[in-house]
C-alpha cells in the first residue's frame, strides 16, 4: 500500500527536498515519495533491501539518514496522529 494523496500532503513538508544531492555526488535520487513507500514496503514485508520491488528504487542508505537525522520519526508521528484524528487505529 503507497501513500494516498492525503497522507503525503501531511508527511511531505518533513521530507528533505526531492533535488539534495548526497555529499559524495552520484546520480540523482528517486523522489521522496517513491524512496518513502520503498522504505515502508521494506519495514512492512521484512523483505531484504535487494529484492525491492523496481517500483520504489529505494535504498537502505537514505533510510539510515532519515532516522539518524529524526526525519522518519516525526513522519510516523505525524502519521499516527493523522491516524487518530480519523478514528483509524
Known amino acids: ?3 494516498t494523496n492525503e497522507q ?3 508527511v ?3 521530507l528533505p527536498p526531492d533535488d ?3 555529499a559524495k555526488g552520484g546520480r540523482p535520487r528517486r523522489p521522496n515519495r517513491d524512496v518513502l513507500n520503498g522504505i515502508l514496503w521494506v519495514l512492512r514485508t521484512g523483505v531484504p533491501w535487494n ?3 523496481d517500483r520504489y528504487q529505494s535504498n537502505a542508505r537514505l533510510f539510515q539518514e ?3 537525522s529524526g526525519v522518519f520519526e ?3 508521528q505525524a502519521l499516527a496522529w493523522d491516524f487518530e484524528e480519523r478514528g483509524e487505529n
Open 1 to 3: 500500500m503507497d501513500f
Open 8 to 10: 503525503w500532503a501531511i
Open 12 to 14: 511531505s513538508p518533513l
Open 20 to 22: 539534495v544531492i548526497g
Open 51 to 53: 529484492d525491492m520491488p
Open 66 to 68: 532519515w532516522n539518524m
Open 74 to 76: 516525526k513522519v510516523l
